[in-house]
């Protein structure tokens, strides 16, 4: 088994403790929600970025299917967007709100750059890392801004723009 793989499974099973461990059962509704919207903005964006030539993934599952990453774009990414989403720190000040976005974008992107880095599940062809660290971003706040309009969450007191 090479250390790709292992790396693959691994973060398979992370996920899926992620969302066993920070899924209150009360909001597996919300969950199910937030993991499908964002299956559909990585899934869509995956597939773009690969067709275009900016990345590569040469060691990925369902390999004959498709040539984006099935493994990050289909499930790891929608699950940590799950625990991003659920445990959003609504009604604090925009510093810490800022923050949640900047911690998840920068660790994601960090974890991206030692893989390309260092194994074969991805290469960056036309590609830079903020580019990653940006996409993070935005798909963050989009999920987090369809996230409040789907269940029309109620504003906290000093919401901020980033909520």
Known sequence: MTKEIVIL???WIIAAIMLLGYVPKNKIREALVIFFFKQTLTWVIGLVVVQCGLLEYPVRSFSHATKSSFDFEYF???SICVVF???YPEGKNLLRQFWHYFSFCTVMTLIEV???RHTAIIN???WEWYFTWI???ITFYVSRKF???FFRLQPHKGKSALA
Do not use: K, M, Q
Request: overall charge negative.
């Open 9 to 11: 499974a691994s973060a």
């Open 76 to 78: 790891i990414y929608p």
């Open 135 to 137: 996409t993070l971003f």
């Open 147 to 149: 996230y409040v309009w």
């Open 85 to 87: 989403n659920l445990h």
């Open 124 to 126: 960056y062809l036309h």
């Open 114 to 116: 030692l893989c390309e």
